[in-house]
């Protein structure tokens, strides 16, 4: 049976051998002329139009002064919509199923993440809207399949994907994959929240969203383990270690401190220590975004209530288990901690990440303890951070050493207040695309033609949204060649 790796390998192949293969003359052609062409879809083949990405598009790409650049961004931009998203109906109500490139799945993390760029575009766009209201109203049926899981089929009687179908744990019909990560419940309340905040539309937020929501709650608290190991276990038949969980399933043990335990990172490997600091960071912000959401759509006081003492203890017990000191005593964040005393310094390029934190909104930019967390991860002190000829940056277990994850570079930039390390932060992502015109899961740091999957539509998407946004921020960064 292959493993989730051999398979995005053989795809990524596959797409190298067939798609760029069969664009080589073309794309020879257009780095050597004035104008590079366009790798989207033709109109016709594209899976969603909106008009409001595609005159943001267009007003975007013209304000940018370097050719590869605007061509980058008018191939990763939109890619999303043009390649990811199927749109249909259930129940008579809208439902929207985004894979996330490659694999033809659903991941609640990555569909949520990418199309959170859209979202300021959404209330003037009808089209936009229908499909946040299918997907919201989907990622909200997955929740209600099963809480615990992290990627569900289009069809909810269909069967796991093929690296799957024999894990040791509690599969449930429409599931793709069941791996207990706590972003996974995160994600969804992070884009029913910013939706409803840019549009004031609460058309999606009824009573089954709302039963979804009850589920996210009583999960987290299930994953507290104050009473025992509580219902999940994972175990997978795999040559890679981080495929699967210690201990029957359980995981390496922990001391419960009020923390919520996570079997696996948002890269989809298994944690070394369960109380998982940035993920912990992210359901803090979840859940008083939901308890804001519960008090002014639904007028639910007692549930909005029970949300914000969740956050309010899972706060307090990171802010005091959490947090390390180097040999000046500054403090910083930890990546893992099992309330044993006992705690793991890293960060992995998948978001939530210590490095991502100010993105996701869990802190500001400014704040003396993500500062000096930030400076940490970005250095030798990670064991993941690489430098190379190509560029610098973060990776991570699942694709091993020397393999620099484009979206790390996106995140710093995302939170640097630095013009330099914004504008450096572009160049190696616009010298690292081995020609493609996308961005790639991973990359060796010394050769970007060796990268994985030709087909991400969650980095390709993120680099559009860094684009838009140092527009925003720093319009004349962009006007001439990097």
């Given at each position: 049976?292959?493993?989730?790796?051999?398979?995005?390998?053989?795809?990524?192949?596959?797409?190298?051998?067939?798609?760029?293969?069969?664009?080589?003359?073309?794309?020879?052609?257009?780095?050597?002329?004035?104008?590079?062409?366009?790798?989207?879809?033709?109109?016709?083949?594209?899976?969603?139009?909106?008009?409001?990405?595609?005159?943001?598009?267009?007003?975007?790409?013209?304000?940018?002064?370097?050719?590869?650049?605007?061509?980058?961004?008018?191939?990763?931009?939109?890619?999303?919509?043009?390649?990811?998203?199927?749109?249909?109906?259930?129940?008579?109500?809208?439902?929207?199923?985004?894979?996330?490139?490659?694999?033809?799945?659903?991941?609640?993390?990555?569909?949520?993440?990418?199309?959170?760029?859209?979202?300021?575009?959404?209330?003037?766009?009808?089209?936009?809207?229908?499909?946040?209201?299918?997907?919201?109203?989907?990622?909200?049926?997955?929740?209600?399949?099963?809480?615990?899981?992290?990627?569900?089929?289009?069809?909810?009687?269909?069967?796991?994907?093929?690296?799957?179908?024999?894990?040791?744990?509690?599969?449930?019909?429409?599931?793709?994959?069941?791996?207990?990560?706590?972003?996974?419940?995160?994600?969804?309340?992070?884009?029913?929240?910013?939706?409803?905040?840019?549009?004031?539309?609460?058309?999606?937020?009824?009573?089954?969203?709302?039963?979804?929501?009850?589920?996210?709650?009583?999960?987290?608290?299930?994953?507290?383990?104050?009473?025992?190991?509580?219902?999940?276990?994972?175990?997978?038949?795999?040559?890679?270690?981080?495929?699967?969980?210690?201990?029957?399933?359980?995981?390496?043990?922990?001391?419960?401190?009020?923390?919520?335990?996570?079997?696996?990172?948002?890269?989809?490997?298994?944690?070394?220590?369960?109380?998982?600091?940035?993920?912990?960071?992210?359901?803090?912000?979840?859940?008083?975004?939901?308890?804001?959401?519960?008090?002014?759509?639904?007028?639910?006081?007692?549930?909005?209530?029970?949300?914000?003492?969740?956050?309010t203890e899972v706060e307090q017990a990171v802010n005091k288990d959490g947090r390390m000191r180097d040999a000046d005593g500054r403090e910083f964040w930890a990546y893992e901690i099992d309330g044993l005393g006992n705690q793991l310094f890293m960060d992995d390029a998948n978001v939530p990440s210590l490095l991502g934190l100010?993105?996701?909104?869990?802190?500001?930019?400014?704040?003396?303890?993500?500062?000096?967390?930030?400076?940490?991860?970005?250095?030798?002190?990670?064991?993941?951070?690489?430098?190379?000829?190509?560029?610098?940056?973060?990776?991570?277990?699942?694709?091993?050493?020397?393999?620099?994850?484009?979206?790390?570079?996106?995140?710093?930039?995302?939170?640097?207040?630095?013009?330099?390390?914004?504008?450096?932060?572009?160049?190696?992502?616009?010298?690292?695309?081995?020609?493609?015109?996308?961005?790639?899961e991973a990359f060796d740091q010394d050769d970007p033609s060796h990268f994985t999957r030709s087909w991400f539509a969650w980095a390709n998407t993120l680099f559009g949204e860094l684009i838009v946004d140092v527009q925003q921020g720093y319009p004349g960064m962009l006007r001439d060649k990097l």
């Amino acid at each position: 049976m292959p493993t989730r790796r051999e398979f995005l390998k053989w795809s990524s192949l596959a797409a190298t051998a067939g798609v760029v293969g069969d664009a080589l003359p073309q794309l020879a052609l257009a780095q050597g002329a004035p104008n590079y062409l366009s790798k989207r879809p033709p109109p016709a083949k594209r899976k969603f139009v909106s008009q409001a990405v595609e005159r943001q598009l267009a007003s975007v790409k013209a304000g940018i002064g370097d050719p590869k650049l605007a061509w980058m961004f008018e191939n990763c931009y939109p890619n999303t919509l043009d390649t990811t998203v199927e749109l249909g109906t259930l129940d008579g109500k809208p439902d929207t199923f985004v894979i996330t490139g490659d694999i033809d799945a659903m991941w609640l993390r990555d569909s949520s993440a990418q199309v959170v760029p859209y979202i300021p575009l959404a209330k003037g766009d009808p089209a936009l809207q229908r499909l946040f209201r299918g997907l919201i109203r989907r990622q909200a049926r997955c929740i209600r399949i099963d809480p615990y899981a992290n990627a569900f089929m289009p069809d909810p009687r269909a069967q796991p994907l093929s690296w799957a179908r024999h894990d040791k744990t509690d599969m449930k019909p429409g599931v793709g994959e069941r791996k207990w990560e706590i972003d996974s419940l995160c994600y969804p309340i992070r884009l029913a929240h910013g939706y409803w905040q840019a549009t004031g539309d609460a058309e999606p937020f009824d009573d089954d969203w709302r039963a979804a929501m009850h589920r996210v709650l009583q999960t987290f608290r299930e994953q507290q383990r104050k009473h025992g190991r509580g219902p999940y276990h994972f175990q997978r038949t795999s040559p890679i270690p981080t495929e699967t969980q210690m201990l029957e399933g359980y995981g390496n043990p922990t001391r419960p401190n009020g923390m919520i335990h996570s079997m696996f990172r948002p890269s989809d490997d298994a944690c070394i220590y369960p109380l998982f600091v940035p993920a912990n960071l992210f359901a803090v912000l979840s859940l008083r975004q939901l308890a804001q959401m519960s008090r002014a759509l639904h007028h639910d006081e007692a549930f909005a209530g029970d949300c914000e003492a969740l956050a309010t203890e899972v706060e307090q017990a990171v802010n005091k288990d959490g947090r390390m000191r180097d040999a000046d005593g500054r403090e910083f964040w930890a990546y893992e901690i099992d309330g044993l005393g006992n705690q793991l310094f890293m960060d992995d390029a998948n978001v939530p990440s210590l490095l991502g934190l100010p993105y996701l909104g869990c802190c500001e930019r400014n704040d003396a303890l993500y500062q000096n967390t930030r400076n940490r991860v970005w250095s030798t002190h990670n064991p993941y951070f690489f430098q190379g000829r190509a560029a610098e940056g973060i990776g991570g277990p699942h694709e091993g050493l020397r393999m620099i994850w484009p979206m790390s570079i996106m995140i710093y930039a995302q939170t640097s207040n630095d013009p330099a390390q914004v504008r450096q932060c572009l160049k190696w992502l616009r010298d690292t695309d081995a020609g493609t015109g996308f961005m790639h899961e991973a990359f060796d740091q010394d050769d970007p033609s060796h990268f994985t999957r030709s087909w991400f539509a969650w980095a390709n998407t993120l680099f559009g949204e860094l684009i838009v946004d140092v527009q925003q921020g720093y319009p004349g960064m962009l006007r001439d060649k990097l």
